[in-house]
C-alpha cells in the first residue's frame, strides 16, 4: 500500500500550486480553477487520510466538499460572466474602480 | 420510532425551517407572480424571520446534539441565532425602499437574503466541522450573489469577483485545514475532537497545530483580519448598501460564533498555542483598521475599515480566552448588529429618500437638514465609538473588561489608543452632518416609496432603541450573554 | 444623612431632562418659551442645589444624601449617589452657572436654539452627575456623556472659522484621556475582584484597598492622563486655547466654569486616596508640572492679542495654582485649592460673559480694536473691572481667599514653591491690568467702539449674582472653609498612611506584571540600587 | 502468481473484445448504410466485395492514406489530440460491461501452479469487473464531449466553434438525464456492479419494472450519441460538418470511430441494465449479449431513417423542461412502488 | 478493491496504443501537398473575414451553471440508490423531500426563464 504521506505530499504540493495560481495569475477563471485545484487537494488528503484511518467520514465529506464546489462554481462563471459584460475584460489588474 | 425522533429533532432546528422555507415560499411566488404586479416578499420575509425569532424562544431539546451529532441545539445557538435574525429583520426592512433604486430584483433578493441568514444560524450550531463548513458556504455563496445583484453597476461586478475570489480563496485553506484536523483526530465531530484531545497528547499533533492554523486563516479572510482584508473596503463599497451593512454584521458574528465554538469546544487543548496569534492578529486588525478609517471620504468605505477595526476588538475578546470575553464578545456582537445596522440605516434612507449619502460629503448638514435622522446617525456613531451611555460602551466594557481580566494589558492599551483614534473618525462624520450645508448638496426625494420610507424608518427606530437600551440598561443582555456561553466552557 | 428618601441629587442631575422633554413638546418657532423654559429648569437646579446647601451636615466627612441601587447585579455596578464638602461645591457651581448661562445666550444665540438647549440641559446633567457619581462606572459614564453636548456647543455654534479644529481637537484629546481612565478603572476592578473576591466599582469600597506600589503608579498616571488633559496640565493644555477662542460665550463659560474642574476634582477624589503611595511619590513631578503651568500660562497671557484667548492661558495658570493646592497635601493647600477652583469659575466665568457681551457688541475680540471702552460702557467696565481684581486676587475678592491659602500651603512643604507661584501672582496682575488697561482706558481708539451701548438690564441681572458670589466669598469665606474641611482631613488623611511613601519607591516601573503581582518586592530586581 | 495470470487474462480479454469491438465499429458504418438504403428503397454499398461487405475495410485503408492536412491553427497540440481523446473515451467504457457469463474454468493449472480465477473476476465475460462499474462508464463516456470541445475550438473555424459549443449544451443537458434514468435500475439492483445487475436479472429483465426508466434512457442516449434526431451538431445545412469540419484523414476517422463506438456502447449498457444483458435461454451467453446489442443498434439506425432532425430550441426544451423532470419522477415513483411493495 | 482497475488500466492503455498507431500510421502514409487554399478554415469555399472569436449567447453559460447544479445533485442520488432498500421509509422520505427541493429549483428556473431558448 502506498504510504499515506505519498497523497499528502501530492495534495500539499498541489495545495501550492493553487495558491500560487491564485496569488500570481491575473486571469479571473485561472484564478478560479487555481482555487478549485486547492478544493481538490483538499479532497484528496481527505480520501487519503479516510483510507488510512478506514474512516469513511472523510470519503463522505468529500461529496460535501464537492457540492460546495460546484456551486461555487456556478455562482463564479456568473459572476465572471456578468463582470465581462461591463468590463470587457477578465484580467483582475485591469478591474479596479474601487480603490482607496 | 424512527420517524418520531425524526420529527422532534425537525423541532430542535425549527427556526432554521422556517427560514429555509420562507425563502423558498419566497422563490416561489417571485416566479408565479405575474410579472407587472409582483408580489411583496419583504413581507413575507419579515413574517418569516419573525416567526423563526418566536420559534426561537421554545424550550431547548433535552438532548444537545441532534441528527447523529450533526447540530447543537443549545444556548450559545439561540443567542446567535437571534442576532442572525434580528440583524436579517433589519435589513429587511431597510432594503424594502432602496432596492428599486440600486434595480435589484426583488424576489431574489429576499430569498438569498434568508438563505444566507439559514447558512449563518447553520454555523452557529453545527456540531461538526462539515456542518460548519456547509453554513458557511451557504451564507458565502448567497452573499456572493448578493454583492453582485446591481449587476448593471460595474463596481458591484468588481465588488462581487472580489469577494467571491478571495471568500472561495478562504474557503479553501478552510476545508484544507478541515483535512488535517480530520487526519489528526479521526473524526470532525467536535466532541469527538474534544474526547479524542483530552485523552490523547501527542500523536498527530503537527497536523492538529496546523489545521487549526488554516482554518484560522479561513476565518481570518471572512472576518477580516489584517493583514487578510485586503478586500473589505472595495467590496464594502461595490455591494449595494443593505448588503454591506448584512456583510458586516451578520457573517462577522457567524465566523465568531464558529471561531469559538472551534477552539472552545473541538481543540480547546489547541486553544493555547493561538492566543498569542490571537494577540498579534487583533492589535493588527484594530490599529489598521481603524488608520485606514481615517482618511476615507466615502461613508460606506469608512464603515467597512471601522468594521475591520472592530473585528479586531472583538476578537480581542476571543484572546482574553476567559468566560468574560466570550460574554462580552457576544455582547459586542449584538450591540454591534444594532449600531451598525443603525448607521448602515441612515444612509440606506438617505439613499432612498435622496439618492445620496455615501459621500461624506452628502452628509453635509444632515443634522440640520433632518435633525432626527442626524440625531441618530449621531447616536449610531458615538455608540461605534464607544462613548457612553450606548451600547458601543456597553460592548467595548466589557471586551476591555475581560482582557484587562485577563492581564492583556499592553492590548488594551492598543485597544484604548485606538479607541481614540475610532472617535476622531467617527467625529468627523458628526461634524459634517453639524456643519453647515452649501445647500446644493441636497435636493428633493427622488424616489417616493411610501412603504420602504416607513419600513426604513421604523428599522431605524429598533436600531436606535436598541442601541441605546443595551446601552443603559444592559444587564439582562449580558446575563442572557454568559448564560449562552456557559456550554462552550 | 440616609433619612432623605426623597432623591434629593438625582432630582437635581435629571431635572435637565426633565427640561429637555419639555422642550421636545415646544414648537421650533416659540423661542421665548424654549429660553423660558431652559431657564426655569436650571433655576429649579440651582434652587434644589441651595435646598442640598441647606441640607448639608457640616459635621461629617462622609457622604451624604446617599442613593444607592443596584443597577448591574452580576459586574457589581450601581446607581451611587453622594456628596461630601468637596463635591457638594462644585455642584453649586454647576447649578449656579445654569441659569446665568441660559440668560447669557438669550439673544447671542439665534439658530438652531433648540438643539442648543438640549446640548446645554444634556450638558448640565452630565456635569451634575460627574461630580455626584461614586460609583466608578457611573462615573465614567456621566464623564462621556457631557463630552458630546460639549463638542457639539462648539462644534454648531462656535465661531465658524476654526470651530470643527477646535471642537475634533477638544473632543479626541479628552477622550484619549478618559479611554486610559477606563482601563485603569479596570485594573482596579479586577485587582479588588482578585484580592477580596468582591466586583464592584463602589468608590467607598475602593478606598480601603491597599493597592501594590508598583500597580500605583501606572493606574496614577492613567486616571492622571485623564485629568490633566481636563485640568488642563502643562502640556496637555494646548487643546484648551482653541477650545475656549472657539467656542461660544456659553461654551467657555461652562467650559472654564465647570469642565476644567472635573479635572482637578478627579485628582482629589480618585488620585490621592486611591493612589496614596504614588501620589507622594509623584508630588514633585505634579508640583512642577503645576509651577510650569503657572508661569508659562501666565507669560502666554502677555502675548496674546485675542481676548478670549488671553483668559484662556489665564485659566491654565490658575489651574496651576488649584493643583498645587493640592499637591501642596495639606489641609491648607486643599482648601485653598478647593476654593479656587470655585473663584476660578466664578471669576473665569464673569470674564468669558463679559467678553461676550463684547463680541456681541463689536464682533471682534481682538484688543487692539478696543481701548477706552471705560467711557462709552462705565457699567460694563465696573463689571469687568470686578472680574479682573478678582481674578488677580485682590484682598477682599475671593481669589485672594484660594491663592493665599495655597501659598501657605506650598511654603509650609517647600518654601521656593510658594515663591515660584507668587511668581505667577505677580505675573497675574500684570497680564490682566494691562489688558484692562488696553481694553478700558485710554482714548477710544476706535470710532466703532463709541456708540457702543451699555449693559441691559438681563446682563445685568446676570452678573449681579456672580459678583455677590466674588466679594461674598472673599470677605466670608469661613462657612464654605468649614463644610470643605472634614472632607478635606478625610482625604488628607488617606493620604499619608502610615504604610506611605519611602518604601516602596524603589519599585519598578513596569505594569505588565499587573494586577496579579502582590509584591513590589519581586519587582525590585530589576532595579537593585534603588533598595538602599 | 495472482498478478501475472490477471495480466495474461486481461491481456486476453482485451485483444479479443478490441478485436470483436472494432469490427462491430466497421461493420456498423456498414450496417448503418444499408438499412438505410433498405429503408429508403436504394441498394446502399455493394461493390467493394460481396454486398458490399468489405466497404468498411476499404474506408479505413482510404482514410488512412488521406493526406492529413496540418492546419495553422494557434492551439496546434489540442487540434491534433482532441480525436485520439474522443476516440479513446468511446472505446474504452466497454471495458466494464460484461458481454458474456463465465468465459474460463473456475480453477486453472498454470505454469505447474493452480491458479483460482473467480478472484478478480477472471473467469467472467468482463474485461474488468470494477464496483460501481456504472459510474465508471458514465464517467468514461463523457469524457468524449472533451475531444469534441477541443478539437471544436481548437480547430480557428467558426462552424466547428459553435458545433462545439452545442454540443457541449446537449450533451451536458442530457447527460443529467441519462444518470437519473440509471437511477432506477440501480434501485431495483441495490448494486452499481454491471455484474451484479445483470445477475439481478436473472427472473425477469429490469425493463419490466423500468419500462420508464429505459424510455427515459434510450432518449438521452440518442441526444448522447448525437444520433437523429439529435444530431444538431453536425446538421451540415447549418454547421457544415460541425466539430469536425476541419479535420481530414484518420483524424477524421477517429471521431467517426468514436460515434459508432459510443453508438455500440449506449446499447450494450443498455442491454445490460434494462434487457438482462448476456442472460438468455438456450443461446451462449456471448451470442445473447451480441444479439441484443445487434438489435439496439438497428433501433438506432431505424429511427434515423424515420424521424427529422428536432430544432436546438426544442432539443434544450424536451431535455430540460420534460426529460429532467420525468427522470425525477421516475426515481420518485420507483421509490414508492419499491417501498410498497416489499 | 483497486485490483480492479488494473484490467481496466491494460484496456485503456491497449486503447490509447491503438490510438496511437493509426495515428502516427496514417501520418506516415498519408501524402502531404500543401496549399494556400488548403490551410484557410473551411466556409463553404468563401475567404473567412474578421476575428475567429465568435460571441455565442449566454444561454449556453446559463446552461452549463445549471447542469453543474444539478449534476452534483445526482451525486447525492447514487449511494442513496444503490442503498435505498437498507434505509426504509426514513431514507425516502429524506431523499423525497431533496428531489421536492431541486424541483422546485427546477420550476423556479423555468418560470424564471433560465430554460427558454428563443
Known amino acids: 500500500m502506498v504510504p499515506l504521506n505519498y497523497y499528502l505530499v501530492v495534495s500539499a504540493i498541489l495545495f501550492s500550486v493553487g495558491v500560487l495560481g491564485v496569488l500570481v495569475r491575473r486571469n479571473a477563471i485561472v484564478i478560479f480553477m487555481s482555487i478549485e485545484l486547492m478544493l481538490n487537494a483538499a479532497n484528496l488528503s481527505f480520501v487519503a487520510f479516510s483510507r488510512f484511518m478506514e474512516n469513511f467520514d472523510g470519503q463522505l465529506f468529500v461529496f460535501f466538499v464537492m457540492v460546495v464546489a460546484a456551486a461555487e462554481v456556478t455562482v463564479g462563471l456568473a459572476i465572471i460572466v456578468t463582470l465581462y459584460r461591463n468590463w470587457r475584460s477578465i484580467f483582475v489588474d485591469r478591474i479596479h474602480l474601487l480603490k482607496g | ?489 | 444623612m440616609e433619612s432623605i428618601s426623597f432623591p434629593l441629587l438625582s432630582a437635581i442631575i435629571f431635572s435637565p431632562l426633565a427640561g429637555v422633554l419639555l422642550l421636545a413638546f415646544v414648537d421650533r418657532e416659540n423661542r421665548d418659551l424654549q429660553r423660558w423654559i431652559a431657564l426655569i429648569t436650571t433655576t429649579v437646579v440651582f434652587l434644589l442645589g441651595l435646598v442640598l446647601y441647606g441640607a448639608f451636615d457640616e459635621g461629617t466627612a462622609g457622604m451624604q444624601f446617599v442613593e444607592r441601587h443596584v443597577w448591574h447585579q452580576g459586574l457589581g455596578i450601581q446607581y451611587f449617589l453622594g456628596v461630601d464638602g468637596i463635591s457638594l461645591f462644585l455642584m453649586l457651581l454647576t447649578a449656579f452657572l445654569g441659569p446665568i448661562c441660559v440668560l447669557a445666550s438669550w439673544t447671542d444665540i439665534q439658530e438652531r436654539l433648540k438643539e442648543f438647549l438640549v446640548s446645554f440641559l444634556v450638558l448640565e446633567c452630565g456635569m451634575l452627575g460627574v461630580f455626584a457619581a461614586l460609583d466608578l462606572f457611573l462615573f465614567y459614564i456621566f464623564w462621556e456623556v457631557m463630552l458630546i453636548p460639549m463638542a457639539m456647543l462648539i462644534l454648531v455654534w462656535g465661531n465658524p472659522a476654526r470651530r470643527v479644529y477646535a471642537a475634533v481637537k477638544f473632543f479626541v484629546y479628552t477622550m484619549a484621556g478618559s479611554v486610559f481612565m477606563l482601563v485603569g478603572i479596570l485594573v482596579v476592578y479586577f485587582h479588588q475582584a482578585r484580592t477580596t473576591g468582591i466586583y464592584s466599582f463602589d468608590l467607598l469600597q475602593w478606598y480601603d484597598l491597599r493597592l501594590p506600589f508598583s500597580l500605583q503608579l501606572w493606574l496614577f498616571l492613567a486616571f492622571g492622563l485623564a485629568f490633566a488633559i481636563k485640568v488642563p496640565m502643562f502640556p496637555f493644555h494646548t487643546w484648551l486655547p482653541d477650545a475656549h477662542t472657539e467656542a461660544p460665550t456659553v461654551g467657555s463659560v461652562i467650559l472654564a466654569g465647570v469642565l476644567l474642574k472635573m479635572g482637578t476634582y478627579g485628582f482629589l477624589r480618585f488620585n490621592l486616596p486611591l493612589f496614596p503611595d504614588a501620589t507622594a511619590y509623584l508630588v514633585p513631578l505634579m508640583v512642577v508640572l503645576a509651577i510650569i503651568g503657572i508661569i508659562y500660562g501666565a507669560f502666554m497671557c502677555l502675548v496674546q492679542k485675542d481676548l478670549k484667548r488671553l483668559i484662556a492661558y489665564s485659566s491654565v495658570s490658575h489651574l496651576g495654582f488649584v493643583m498645587l493646592g493640592i499637591f501642596t497635601l495639606n489641609v491648607e493647600g486643599v482648601q485653598g485649592g478647593l476654593i479656587q477652583m470655585v473663584n476660578h469659575g466664578l471669576s473665569t466665568g464673569a470674564l468669558f460673559l463679559l467678553v461676550g457681551m463684547l463680541y456681541e457688541r463689536r464682533h471682534t475680540r481682538m484688543i487692539a480694536d478696543f481701548g477706552g471702552l471705560a467711557k462709552p460702557v462705565p457699567r460694563l467696565a465696573a463689571f469687568f473691572m470686578v472680574a479682573t481684581l478678582a481674578s488677580i486676587g485682590l484682598p477682599g475678592l475671593n481669589g485672594f481667599v484660594g491663592e493665599f491659602l495655597i501659598l501657605l500651603g506650598a511654603f509650609r512643604v517647600e518654601a521656593y514653591w510658594a515663591v515660584l507661584g507668587a511668581t505667577g501672582i505677580v505675573l497675574g496682575a500684570w497680564y490682566m491690568l494691562s489688558m484692562f488697561q488696553r481694553v478700558m482706558f485710554g482714548t477710544v481708539t476706535h470710532e466703532e467702539n463709541t456708540g457702543l451701548s451699555d449693559l441691559s438690564r438681563r446682563e445685568v441681572g446676570l452678573l449681579v449674582p456672580v459678583v455677590l458670589f466674588i466679594v461674598w466669598i472673599g470677605i466670608g469665606p469661613t462657612p464654605f472653609l468649614q463644610k470643605m474641611e472634614p472632607s478635606v482631613r478625610a482625604t488628607l488623611e488617606r493620604v499619608s498612611l502610615p504604610q506611605g511613601a519611602g518604601t516602596h519607591r524603589q519599585a519598578a516601573l513596569w505594569p505588565l506584571s499587573g494586577p496579579g503581582t502582590e509584591s513590589a518586592g519581586g519587582m525590585s530586581l530589576t532595579h537593585p540600587a534603588g533598595s538602599k | 502468481m495472482d498478478w501475472i495470470a490477471l495480466v495474461i487474462v486481461t491481456g486476453i480479454k482485451t485483444l479479443f473484445l478490441l478485436l470483436v469491438f472494432l469490427t462491430a465499429v466497421a461493420y456498423a458504418t456498414l450496417m448503418e448504410r444499408k438499412v438505410l438504403g433498405f429503408m429508403q428503397l436504394r441498394l446502399g454499398p455493394n461493390r467493394v466485395g460481396p454486398w458490399g461487405l468489405l466497404q468498411p475495410v476499404a474506408d479505413g485503408v482510404k482514410l488512412l492514406f488521406k493526406e492529413d492536412i496540418a492546419l495553422p491553427v494557434s492551439e496546434p497540440k489540442l487540434y491534433a489530440v482532441a480525436p485520439a481523446v474522443t476516440a479513446v473515451a468511446a472505446l474504452s467504457p466497454f471495458l466494464a460491461i460484461p458481454f458474456a457469463d463465465r468465459i474460463a474454468p473456475d480453477v486453472v493449472t498454470f505454469l505447474g501452479s493452480t491458479v483460482d480465477l473467480t478472484r478478480f473476476s477472471m473467469n467472467r465475460g468482463v474485461v474488468a469487473d470494477i464496483p460501481g462499474s456504472v459510474l465508471f462508464i458514465l464517467a468514461v463516456s463523457s469524457l468524449s464531449t472533451y475531444g469534441v470541445v477541443l478539437g471544436g475550438w481548437a480547430s480557428d473555424n467558426r462552424y466547428s466553434l459553435l458545433g462545439a459549443v452545442r454540443v457541449t449544451a446537449q450533451m451536458i443537458s442530457y447527460e443529467l438525464a441519462l444518470g437519473m434514468a440509471v437511477i432506477g435500475v440501480l434501485m431495483v439492483a441495490g448494486s452499481m456492479r454491471m455484474t451484479e445487475i445483470v445477475e439481478a436479472q436473472a427472473r425477469l429483465p429490469f425493463i419490466v419494472y423500468q419500462p420508464l426508466g429505459f424510455v427515459l434512457y434510450m432518449i438521452a442516449a440518442f441526444a448522447e450519441t448525437c444520433r437523429t434526431p439529435f444530431d444538431l451538431i453536425e446538421c451540415e445545412n447549418e454547421l457544415v460538418a460541425g466539430y469536425h469540419t476541419e479535420y481530414s484523414s484518420m483524424r477524421f476517422g477517429l471521431f467517426q470511430l468514436a460515434e459508432y463506438a459510443h453508438i455500440i456502447t449506449v446499447s450494450g449498457v443498455a442491454v445490460t441494465l434494462f434487457w438482462g444483458g448476456w442472460q438468455g435461454p438456450w443461446l451462449p451467453s456471448g451470442l445473447w449479449f451480441a444479439l441484443k446489442t445487434f438489435a439496439l443498434v438497428f433501433f438506432f439506425i431505424w429511427v434515423r431513417a424515420t424521424f427529422p432532425r428536432v430544432r436546438f430550441d426544442q432539443l434544450m426544451h424536451f431535455g430540460w423542461k420534460v426529460l429532467l423532470p420525468l427522470s425525477l419522477g421516475n426515481i420518485i415513483l420507483t421509490g414508492c412502488f419499491l417501498m410498497l411493495w416489499r | 478493491m483497486t485490483v480492479y482497475y488494473v484490467p481496466a488500466l491494460v484496456y485503456m492503455g491497449a486503447t490509447i496504443v491503438l490510438v496511437s498507431v493509426i495515428l502516427l500510421l496514417s501520418s506516415q502514409l498519408g501524402r502531404r501537398r500543401s496549399t494556400p487554399e488548403k490551410m484557410l478554415p473551411y466556409e463553404c469555399g468563401v475567404d473567412p473575414q474578421g476575428t475567429m472569436a465568435v460571441h455565442y449567447p449566454i444561454r449556453f453559460y446559463v446552461v452549463a451553471m445549471i447542469f453543474i447544479i444539478f449534476d452534483i445533485e445526482t451525486v447525492f442520488l447514487y449511494p442513496w440508490a444503490v442503498v435505498f432498500r437498507d434505509l426504509g421509509w426514513f431514507g425516502f422520505v429524506e431523499m423525497f423531500l431533496f428531489a421536492v427541493i431541486l424541483v422546485i429549483g427546477l420550476v423556479y428556473l423555468y418560470r424564471k426563464g433560465a430554460l427558454e431558448w428563443d
Open chain 2, 1 to 489: 420510532m424512527d420517524g418520531l425522533k425524526y420529527l422532534a429533532e425537525c423541532a430542535g432546528v425549527l427556526p432554521f425551517l422556517i427560514v429555509v422555507g420562507t425563502g423558498i415560499v419566497i422563490l416561489l411566488v417571485d416566479a408565479f407572480s405575474p410579472l407587472g404586479r409582483k408580489g411583496h416578499p419583504a413581507y413575507l420575509a419579515c413574517v418569516g424571520t419573525v416567526l423563526a425569532l418566536a420559534a426561537l424562544f421554545r424550550p431547548l431539546p433535552l438532548e444537545n446534539e441532534l441528527f447523529g451529532g450533526m447540530i447543537y441545539a443549545d444556548a450559545f445557538a439561540v443567542f446567535f441565532n437571534a442576532v442572525f435574525l434580528l440583524g436579517t429583520l433589519l435589513v429587511v426592512l431597510l432594503s424594502v425602499g432602496v432596492l428599486s433604486w440600486e434595480r435589484i430584483e426583488r424576489g431574489e433578493y429576499y430569498a438569498l437574503l434568508l438563505f444566507s441568514t439559514a447558512g449563518m444560524m447553520l454555523m452557529a450550531q453545527a456540531a461538526n466541522l462539515v456542518m460548519l463548513f456547509l453554513g458557511l458556504e451557504i451564507f458565502s455563496i448567497a452573499i456572493y450573489v448578493l454583492v453582485g445583484m446591481p449587476r448593471h453597476q460595474r463596481r458591484a461586478n468588481e465588488a462581487s469577483l472580489k469577494y467571491f475570489l478571495l471568500g472561495a480563496f478562504a474557503s479553501g485553506f478552510f476545508v484544507y485545514g478541515l483535512t488535517f484536523l480530520y487526519g489528526a483526530v479521526g473524526s470532525l465531530s467536535m466532541s469527538a475532537m474534544a474526547a479524542y484531545l483530552g485523552t490523547t497528547q501527542t500523536l498527530f499533533n503537527a497536523y492538529l497545530l496546523l489545521g487549526s492554523a488554516l482554518v484560522l486563516v479561513g476565518f481570518s479572510f471572512k472576518i477580516a483580519l489584517v493583514p487578510f482584508h485586503m478586500w473589505t473596503p472595495d467590496v464594502y463599497e461595490g455591494a449595494a448598501t443593505p448588503v454591506t451593512a448584512y456583510m458586516a454584521v451578520g457573517v462577522k458574528a457567524a465566523v465568531f460564533a464558529a471561531l469559538a465554538r472551534v477552539f472552545w469546544l473541538a481543540l480547546p487543548t489547541i486553544r493555547p498555542h493561538w492566543i498569542p496569534v490571537f494577540w498579534v492578529l487583533s492589535a493588527l486588525t484594530m490599529t489598521v483598521g481603524n488608520v485606514m478609517a481615517l482618511t476615507q471620504q466615502n461613508v460606506k468605505r469608512m464603515l467597512a475599515y471601522s468594521s475591520i477595526a472592530h473585528a479586531g476588538t472583538i476578537l480581542m475578546a476571543v484572546t482574553a480566552a476567559s468566560d468574560q470575553g466570550l460574554t462580552g464578545m457576544l455582547v459586542y456582537l449584538l450591540a454591534y448588529t444594532f449600531m451598525n445596522l443603525g448607521a448602515f440605516g441612515v444612509v440606506i434612507y438617505l439613499q432612498e429618500r435622496y439618492g445620496v449619502g455615501e459621500a461624506l460629503e452628502d452628509l453635509r448638514g444632515l443634522g440640520f437638514q433632518s435633525p432626527l435622522l442626524g440625531a441618530a446617525m449621531a447616536v449610531f456613531l458615538f455608540s461605534l465609538a464607544g462613548i457612553p451611555p450606548t451600547a458601543g460602551f456597553i460592548a467595548k466594557f466589557f471586551v476591555f473588561a475581560a482582557a484587562v481580566r485577563a492581564d492583556l494589558l499592553w492590548l488594551v492599551i492598543i485597544g484604548v489608543l485606538n479607541s481614540v483614534v475610532a472617535v476622531y473618525y467617527y467625529l468627523r462624520v458628526v461634524v459634517v452632518m453639524y456643519s453647515r450645508s452649501a445647500e446644493s448638496g441636497w435636493h428633493p426625494a427622488i424616489s417616493e416609496s411610501p412603504a420602504g420610507s416607513v419600513a426604513a424608518a421604523g428599522a431605524l427606530v429598533l436600531a436606535l432603541w436598541a442601541t441605546l437600551h443595551l446601552g443603559i440598561f444592559p444587564h439582562a443582555f449580558w446575563e442572557w450573554a454568559r448564560q449562552s456561553v456557559y456550554v462552550l466552557l
